[in-house]
């Protein structure tokens, strides 16, 4: 099997997903495969996929296992949102519809969890990161990114009015597209922030971060995860990459 090229880490990169991301409504099927490409290639920087046990948590049609697979996992689909599931033709072979608050994968059953945008969508972030966790052995690695509510797409669909309030935000998208969005603020979308999921990741037993940074920028960028407030607006998405450590 020819050993995929790492994801490169510059400028151009992130422009190019910024247009890929401007295309998401119009061809969900060339974003999200890009963006899949893309998750799966920076992953392989801090560990390779290939011939791993993958669990994908909340990973939707399934454009992120068929890339863990085409590059030689063993990855399994876990998405708790039959309409997701089924969005895109129907769902990859062995997936299963299941909650993220309860992986049915034993302890320490996957060598990589992997979970991208699902965490701003879930009331509990501490029950889903600690399902994680559990799953993952000792010694295996966790992906984890998420939209910072405070970034300009923190929002989503709703950006960036969500900057004057949620229920302002509703208010202004039903004006404008004659319709309810697609997600709810405290329903299906909850504002989670950079600096108290850090908090929160190291007050946790038996994990450690390996890296944390702006998931779309380039690697020097990684600085501004360090700088309180400014994090929270200047990080369109954060990428925690964790290892289990017992």
Not at 59 to 82: H, I, K, S, V
């Amino acid at each position: 099997m020819t050993r995929p090229e790492p994801v490169r880490q510059g400028l151009s990169r992130s422009v190019r997903l910024f247009r890929l991301f401007l295309r998401e409504q119009t061809e969900p099927g060339l974003f999200y495969g890009s963006l899949a490409q893309d998750a799966v290639s920076q992953l392989a920087a801090y560990g390779e996929p290939a011939g791993k046990t993958v669990v994908d948590v909340g990973g939707g049609a399934g454009y992120f296992t068929g890339e863990f697979r085409a590059r030689g996992a063993d990855c399994y689909l876990f998405e708790p949102d039959q309409a997701e599931l089924f969005g895109d033709g129907g769902p990859p072979e062995g997936a299963v519809l299941a909650d993220g608050y309860w992986l049915p994968v034993r302890d320490g059953g996957a060598d990589i969890c992997f979970s991208s945008n699902v965490l701003e969508h879930v009331a509990d972030p501490v029950g889903l990161i600690g399902e994680m966790i559990r799953v993952t052995r000792p010694g295996g690695l966790i992906y984890l990114s998420f939209t910072n509510w405070y970034s300009p797409w923190g929002g989503h669909e709703m950006s960036p009015w969500h900057y004057l309030g949620p229920r302002f935000a509703e208010r202004h998208y039903r004006k404008r597209h004659g319709r309810a969005p697609k997600h709810r603020v405290g329903r299906t979308l909850y504002p989670v922030h950079i600096g108290p999921t850090l908090r929160l990741v190291r007050s946790l037993q038996g994990v450690e971060i390996v890296d944390a940074r702006p998931r779309y920028y380039p690697r020097w960028c990684r600085a501004v995860v360090r700088i309180p407030w400014l994090r929270e607006v200047l990080t369109w998405n954060l990428l925690l990459v964790l290892r289990r450590t017992a």
